[in-house]
């Protein structure tokens, strides 16, 4: 059976850090395209970075270029989100998804982890 699982979300204070993962199983990485997307409570599913598996090119919304980064680490098959300098308006759940295709948008992801929820409160 296919499926992502995410993982390191949490309660973290403005301008602290988190590191999510996200592991595939029944699958490997291989020459996808794996996205983190995030929702936000009554706000549109949006795309925050993503990563050809192939030949490593990200690429980042703007709202968190300088602040995340995007890393694989194909040994371990997982996928990393660093998330530093966390403010408020990044509370969301997070979700990783993946794209055989390679594509990097909302529509193109043909799998999907289940969301890690990601709140940043002083």
């Known amino acids: 059976q296919v499926q992502l699982v995410e993982s390191g979300g949490g309660l973290v204070q403005p301008g602290g850090s988190l590191r999510l993962s996200c592991a595939p199983s029944g699958f490997t990485l291989d020459d996808y395209a794996i996205g983190w997307f995030r929702q936000a409570p009554g706000k549109e599913r949006e795309g925050v970075s993503c990563i050809h598996i192939r030949d490593g090119s990200t690429r980042y919304v703007d709202s968190v270029k300088g602040r995340f980064t995007i890393s694989r680490d194909n040994a371990k098959n997982t996928v990393y989100l660093q998330m530093n300098s966390l403010k408020p308006d990044d509370t969301a759940v997070y979700y990783c998804?993946?794209?055989?295709?390679?594509?990097?948008?909302?529509?193109?992801?043909?799998?999907w982890g289940k969301g890690t929820l990601v709140t940043v409160s002083s």
């Open positions: 998804a993946a794209s055989v295709e390679g594509l990097c948008l909302i529509k193109g992801m043909d799998y």
